[in-house]
């Protein structure tokens, strides 16, 4: 049975008249690197189509780096149902050899016989899979029968049909079309452009990524509702220019307006880690591309409010180096933000929203500039930076079993580094073998949150997820005490960014921020 399945394949591979499609793909895993996928389709004049996918990739398990290799060959029929199916896998030392061809509904190996009712092979480990899947399912039946080539058997999934969005990069934009593909444990978005091409998959599982060759660090964007409008701007701050966009009701003449200032780390302004800025991404929130500030801003522009929010100096397409800006910048940046909109005659009273540090930013800011009238604080930190990244630490080290003797040696080093950081005159320090900026950090570790609120004049609205790992809910108590009159709300099931199981920012949470703000401004 597998030689004869080899002779298909071959003399499949010999046909002239293949149109051809191919790509590669940059896989990361929570905003690291973490390999490279490359694909290659064939379709012959006899309705034939292979699939090709080679990938070398590394997993981070438990802080033990384990890498992994895939070569696949998958036949499939005009319809994009498997015909035939060949494939390698080498985890670490393990590996592995499947070979399968479709007869009469059923699964064929060289051991077994499997019933099977799927109508697409779908390995987990193989993000081109995805294509066959986008290219010939129906949405509009939602509902997917796929068979896995590992456990050898089928299993239920759905692909949903989001509507247009667009996918914007540093110099250009193009218009795509998004998919929410659910595959048994795992669920992807998908993004897809007119060419048909997968050029983004994201999975909020594990926040992992897979972006087309020529397309990395491209960000989605929702197109904005009916009765919405958005309008791109740019925000003069000292020597360079932010790039932001306003949204509003449409047509609307004058409205409350809300400035939104991200969190730790180069942020784009949808509210997602901008990848590769020197290293400065690693002291952010490690979570998933929720795009809470894109979910946010519309929310309440829907409300009647007017919402600006804008890229990280030195991200999307922002002027200037995310990886040399002190914390005072960002803050220089937020205000020149503010001043922004007052220039704005469309523009009423104006409040701060700060998610994570951003919420730093905003108390101080209100406290200097009377005019503000509200601060809202998501997520925010509630300590100095420096014991915020000793209790992250900690964690991550007891998570991974690490010894309790070695665990205060570790903790010990990371104490001794963060004083040498706060004594420092010079604005970089050498810290793993490497030249790291560490300006930011020095005035960070100095500004404890919780002071800073105590300054705020103004109604303050503090918010959290009850399955936020970076602000648990003594902290978030911590916080409410330290200003008496601050309104607290915690939200169950919400992670740091504000989203559910499935990765996206929760409906009810955006409404229930909508409504309050424009409560309080109007």
């Known amino acids: 049975m597998a030689t004869r399945g080899i002779v298909i394949l071959l003399l499949l591979l010999s046909q002239e008249g293949a149109r051809r499609d191919s790509g590669k793909y940059a896989l990361s895993i929570g905003g690291k690197e973490a390999g490279v996928e490359e694909y290659r389709i064939e379709e012959f004049d006899d309705g034939k189509i292979a699939l090709f996918a080679k990938a070398k990739f590394e997993l981070d398990l438990s802080g033990t780096r384990r890498a992994y290799l895939t070569d696949t060959v998958l036949t499939m029929d005009k319809t994009w149902a498997p015909v035939l199916y060949a494939g390698f896998r080498k985890a670490g030392r393990d590996q592995d050899q499947v070979k399968i061809e479709w007869e009469n509904g059923a699964a064929v190996t060289p051991k077994k016989k ?73 669920s992807y978005v998908a993004h897809v452009d007119e060419k048909k091409r997968l050029v983004r998959a994201w999975s909020a599982v594990n926040n992992s990524l897979a972006e087309l060759e020529g397309f990395e660090g491209w960000v989605p964007e929702g197109l904005a509702p009916e009765g919405i409008e958005e309008v791109e701007v740019t925000i003069p701050s000292g020597s360079i220019k932010l790039a932001g ?45 929720a795009s809470l500030q894109r979910s946010i801003a519309q929310s309440l522009a829907g409300a009647g409010l007017l919402v600006l929010r804008y890229d990280d100096r030195g991200c999307g397409t922002s002027e ?113 073998e490497r030249r790291t900026f560490i300006g930011w950090m020095r005035e960070r570790f100095t500004l404890d949150p919780r002071v800073a609120l105590t300054k705020v004049q103004v109604p303050v609205l503090l918010y959290a997820g009850a399955k936020d790992r970076e602000l648990p809910a003594a902290q978030v108590e911590s916080l409410r005490l330290a200003r008496p009159g601050t309104e607290s709300r915690t939200f169950e099931s919400l992670d740091h960014a504000f989203a559910g199981p499935d990765g996206r920012v929760d409906p009810s949470f955006l409404g229930a921020l909508a409504e309050r703000i424009a409560q309080v401004l109007k």
């Open 245 to 289: 966009t306003v949204t509003k009701p449409r047509g609307a003449k004058r409205c409350p307006s809300v400035v939104l200032v991200s969190d730790t780390g180069p942020q784009d302004r949808q509210g997602n880690l901008a990848k590769g800025r020197g290293g400065a991404e690693e002291f952010a929130w490690p979570g998933a591309d």
């Open 114 to 186: 499997i019933r099977t009712a799927a109508a697409f092979l779908l390995d987990t480990t193989v993000i081109s899979h995805l294509i066959p899947i986008l290219r010939g399912a129906d949405p509009s039946k939602k509902k997917l029968k796929l068979f896995n080539p590992t456990a050898l058997a089928d299993f239920e999934g759905s692909l949903e049909d989001k509507g247009p969005a667009i996918l914007r990069g540093r110099e250009a934009s193009i218009r795509v079309h998004e998919y929410q593909i659910n595959l048994g444990y795992v």
């Open 320 to 432: 200037g180096d995310f990886g040399k800006a002190r914390f005072s910048d960002l803050v220089a940046d937020a205000a020149a933000a503010v001043e922004y909109l007052r220039s704005r005659d469309d523009a009423g009273p104006v409040a701060v929203l700060g998610h994570g540090e951003g919420g730093l930013t905003a108390c101080l800011l209100a406290a200097k500039d009377a005019a503000i009238r509200l601060v809202v604080l998501l997520a925010p930190p509630s300590t100095t930076l420096d014991e915020m990244l000793l209790i992250r630490a900690e964690r991550a080290l007891r998570e991974q079993g690490t010894k309790e003797e070695a665990l205060k040696g570790m903790m010990e080093q990371q104490r001794t580094l963060f004083q040498s950081i706060r004594e420092s005159k010079d604005d970089y320090k050498d810290i793993d």
